[in-house]
């Protein structure tokens, strides 16, 4: 029981810190995309009035943060890992009787030293990332409060208005009349109604159907559940400033793009028209509700030069595939830059584990230079049954060694250990042992394949499940893990890192 809740402390830190570094990313992604934007909209202005740009950047911040968090991120990041150093409990090796060899065991979960919390638990760096998950938490709760008394607002209006008649389309929209000076809007995601103002059947009757078909026109391009889809993405990300920016920018080219496509191939008269009628509802409604209502949402000065002189020349195609590569290349790059976190165990503090027996197969170090992040046994969030090997600090592409002289069993993407261990080679040697290299980017031999002590087996990586690039390395007898440190030679060279 100690032992599930003190992984369970390590594994929530170690969440913590990861959410705290991929939230910072997230507002840097969502910084650069934002200026991206801007800059491509005053070359282009007419991306101004398309929805996509700002549905991709907003959707390109999302991914900046849900991507920092998968556990095969650091499979992207060109930065080392950062590697957090665990206690662990102490226990005494069981006693041999005089003369009788140590034999190599497998160490059950129960005889394993237990890990503890970070050693560096208390240190600024984790009360922040721990802070932030609740502050987190605190800003996520109020902005569903927020899209809660929204709801409410929209359904109080409802229950105040009469329903009217339906307009006909495509598509057709139910309609409701109440009496307060607003101008006409959707409500509603899924099912839409349209809500009018009493004063709507006041104005003339062209202005009045081209003010039902800029609300057809909303509906048609499924603007209610793109803005919805926003709002989601701008409460989730609340902490993002770029994200506000970006959701206005949605909104007000919801708006431009209806007024285009309602103006599409008509004259100069019926723009005319479609301004006074614009500058009619902004007159009529009150104030204080002008910046919460569909139509009429941005600066109406600028919508009236769109309407009066359209939106200018669009990006060609290929201007837009280089804008939406240089998007998403600013959001890799944000999390290429991002380092990795993983535990490692410092030598001086782990436990002494039962040694394996001494072998006629001569052993040597898997890696030219030698730093151990984790030993065998450690119980942690990650090995709740214990550390079966030993984890080897190195970077993406180094060298992997044979330990000793043998015959590749396998060389595949798959070890029997399960998707985990990512990409694994395993040599079967003269003395009855297995060894097998777990995490590798990619192998150098194939099955059948003779190697000697020394050769290259394969280039370190981080594929599989891990927090960062290293070498994990097992020795197995009769399919079960024996400790690796009692072949000497593989760890005489290991210094904690």
């Not at 760096?125 to 609740?134: D, E, G, N, T, V």
């Not at 009045?208 to 989601?232: F, K, Q, S």
């Amino acid at each position: 029981m100690a032992a599930s809740l003190t992984g369970f402390a390590g594994g929530f830190d170690l969440f913590a810190l990861q959410f705290a570094q991929a939230s910072a990313g997230c507002i840097v992604a969502g910084l650069l995309l934002a200026g991206l934007m801007a800059l491509a909209a005053r070359r282009w202005p007419a991306l101004r009035v398309s929805r996509a740009p700002w549905l991709l950047a907003q959707a390109l911040c999302v991914a900046a943060l849900l991507v920092a968090m998968l556990p095969q991120r650091a499979s992207v990041s060109v930065v080392p890992a950062v590697q957090l150093a665990l206690e662990t409990a102490t226990a005494a090796a069981p006693a041999q009787q005089p003369g009788v060899a140590p034999m190599p065991t497998t160490v059950p979960a129960s005889a394993m030293p237990v890990a503890k919390a970070p050693a560096d638990a208390t240190d600024w760096p984790m009360l922040a990332a721990r802070a932030w998950c609740a502050l987190y938490l605190a800003g996520l709760s109020a902005a569903a409060l927020r899209i809660a008394a929204g709801r409410r607002a929209a359904r109080r209006l409802l229950a105040a208005a009469t329903v009217g008649e339906v307009v006909k389309g495509p598509p057709s929209l139910p309609v409701y009349h109440i009496d307060l000076p607003i101008s006409p809007m959707l409500l509603g995601v899924l099912k839409p109604v349209l809500l009018l103002p009493r004063h709507f059947d006041t104005i003339k009757a062209a202005q009045r159907e081209l003010i039902l078909d800029h609300e057809r026109t909303h509906l048609a391009r499924r603007d209610p559940l793109w803005r919805c889809a926003g709002e989601l993405a701008r409460a989730l990300l609340w902490f993002n400033p770029a994200m506000r920016s970006l959701q206005g920018r949605l909104q007000w080219a919801q708006e431009a793009g209806c007024d285009r496509d309602v103006l599409a191939a008509r004259g100069d008269a019926v723009r005319r028209v479609y301004a006074g009628a614009l500058v009619d509802q902004f007159r009529r409604q009150q104030p204080p509700l002008a910046g919460a209502l569909a139509f009429g949402a941005g600066e109406l000065a600028e919508r009236m030069r769109l309407i009066r002189d359209g939106q200018g020349a669009a990006p060609r195609q290929a201007a837009r595939l280089a804008l939406m590569l240089g998007a998403a290349c600013t959001v890799g790059a944000v999390l290429a830059l991002q380092p990795a976190y993983a535990w490692r165990t410092p030598l001086s503090s782990t436990a002494a584990m039962p040694a394996a027996a001494p072998f006629d197969v001569a052993y040597r170090a898997p890696l030219a230079v030698m730093h151990l992040n984790s030993r065998f046994g450690v119980v942690s969030s990650r090995t709740p049954d214990g550390h079966h090997g030993v984890d080897l600090r190195a970077r993406r592409g180094t060298p992997v060694l044979a330990v000793a002289d043998g015959v590749v069993e396998t060389s595949s993407d798959l070890d029997a250990g399960g998707a985990k261990y990512g990409k694994t080679v395993t040599i079967a040697h003269a003395d009855g042992h297995r060894s097998v290299y777990a995490h590798l980017d990619s192998r150098k031999v194939a099955a059948g394949d003779t190697v000697h002590a020394g050769q290259v087996i394969a280039l370190s990586g981080a594929s599989g499940k891990v927090s960062g690039p290293h070498l994990h390395l097992e020795l197995r007898e009769h399919g079960q893990p024996v400790d690796p440190a009692g072949v000497a030679a593989v760890l005489e060279a290991a210094t904690p890192h």
